[in-house]
């Protein structure tokens, strides 16, 4: 279970136009899968402990800028818009900055339906693009934060403020967002993450971007009738969707897994991976919808669990500030030592480097240099009137590039004697591209690998 496992007909989709895309195809998965959640979120629910619960899925992804996250939200739009027909032209919005916004939204739309063929309809895709400008504006607003814990909830949001008391009933609100690892770490804290605000919100670092040798080619055409028929389904009448028994000892792997997470990680980590039993219930029931399905096979919910590891696994390096910009950690730099200046410096000077080529790059005296154990100093005058200076090498080496005063310079050799020097091979751009012609093939879902003794889940990061 170490790579998410795109599943069902939204996996197969993917899979199928991923060759052609430019942007991490789990980028599209995830918005596609947020999509069809705030689809199904009206009629669909899933059953936690002998309650429903909503199946929305909210999600994040988080990459630099031009890595990807717009094309695969676009991408996510190719996969879904056909088979679910009017939805995600009449039911997406952004720029909802308020807590009184966000409820006077789903009010109005409630307000809107609630005499149609269809009845009430409080469903509501925000697809946040730009969402540290969002995150920047809604700190001045205290409700904002709560009335999100109660979106996702799907418990009664309401406007008091109103000179009509505004109240929406099971909301069916999803959120989608795109922000780059340091608007993340400096908007998205761990006081927010702590509260619930923040942690119901499933983060996905995007992996490096491909490059297409051709860019015009277009996305195939995707067979959508199979999300039509299960959208159709979903949508004929409410479901409850629950776990299969065969899936019940993975879920019991799910919860332990969670819990001992969270007991062993930091505070600053852990508050963001509080829900992951719950993310990994919601995930599966999506799943089980697209395929028609009431029930929650054991297949299914381990393809679901494969897809919330990756994204605790994400979390966690966001919470420690190890900021990923394509699928590449980014060191972090420590302050260089006076005895690593120093040897850098008389190393670029071929191992033998004068006082001048030393003390002013440094930041130090003659005197701390000298005392370093590993620098040898000597004394070296030219001629008999020459004045003397001081020249440092490194105690054990021998300089193999050192200025000789004395020695005239080699002449560099004839291009006709430097044919035996090794060239660079080129890699052309076509062997990193996957081919177009053929999809790759479906992964196989794994079973996890035996437990640890001391902490059996913190390796599975």
Known sequence: MSTPVLYGPIGRAVRKISPFLEADALGVYVAALSMW??????????????????????????????RGKGTA?????????????????????????????????????????????HGRDVRALVVEEEWSEVLRRVKRDASFTTKLRTAWDGATLRNTTKEEAQEVRDPAMVLHTHVTPSDWDKYVGQSEAAGGSYNRILPFLLGSVPMLDDDRVSLPDVDGWELSDAYA????????????????????????????????????????????AEQTLRVAACLA????????????????????????????????????????????????????????RIELRGGRATSSQVLPYVGASAAE????????????????????????????DTPVHAEQP????????????????????????????????????????????????????????
Not at 370 to 395: I, N, Q, S
Not at 411 to 440: F, G, H, L, N, W
Request: hydrophobic share 40%; net charge positive.
């Open 73 to 117: 939200l676009r991408a996510a739009l190719h996969v879904l818009d056909k088979s679910l027909g009017r939805f995600l032209a009449t039911h997406t919005t952004s720029g909802i900055t308020s807590g009184a916004s966000m409820v006077n939204h789903l009010w109005e739309q409630q307000e809107a339906t609630a005499e149609t063929e």
């Open 233 to 276: 389904w979903v949508t004929a009448r409410p479901r409850v969707i629950t776990l299969a028994e065969d899936a019940r000892p993975m879920w019991r792997i799910v919860r332990r897994y969670a819990r001992i997470l969270g007991e062993t990680l930091p505070e600053a980590q852990a508050v963001f991976i509080e829900r992951t």
């Open 37 to 66: 959640s705030a689809a199904i979120g009206g009629t669909v629910k899933v059953s936690s402990r002998g309650s429903a619960r909503p199946v929305l899925l909210w999600s994040a992804l988080v990459a630099g800028t031009g």
């Open 289 to 344: 919808a697209s395929e028609c399905s009431e029930t929650i096979t054991n297949e299914i919910l381990t393809a679901a669990f494969t897809l919330v590891r990756r994204s605790v696994r994400d979390a966690v390096r966001l919470a420690a500030g190890q900021g990923v910009c394509s699928g590449r950690r980014e060191a972090t730099r420590q302050p260089l030592s006076l005895a690593d200046k120093v040897r850098a």
């Open 406 to 461: 004395n020695e005239a310079p080699k002449p560099e050799p004839a291009s006709a004697e430097r044919d035996d020097v090794k060239r660079a091979t080129v890699v052309q751009m076509a062997a990193y591209r996957p081919a177009p012609t053929q999809a790759p093939e479906p992964q196989p879902v794994k079973r996890s690998e035996p437990l640890a003794d001391s902490n059996p889940f913190l390796a599975l990061l």
């Open 369 to 396: 240099v000298k005392a370093l154990p590993d620098v040898v100093v000597t004394v070296e005058r030219e001629g008999k009137t020459g004045r003397p200076k001081t020249v440092f090498t490194l105690r054990g």
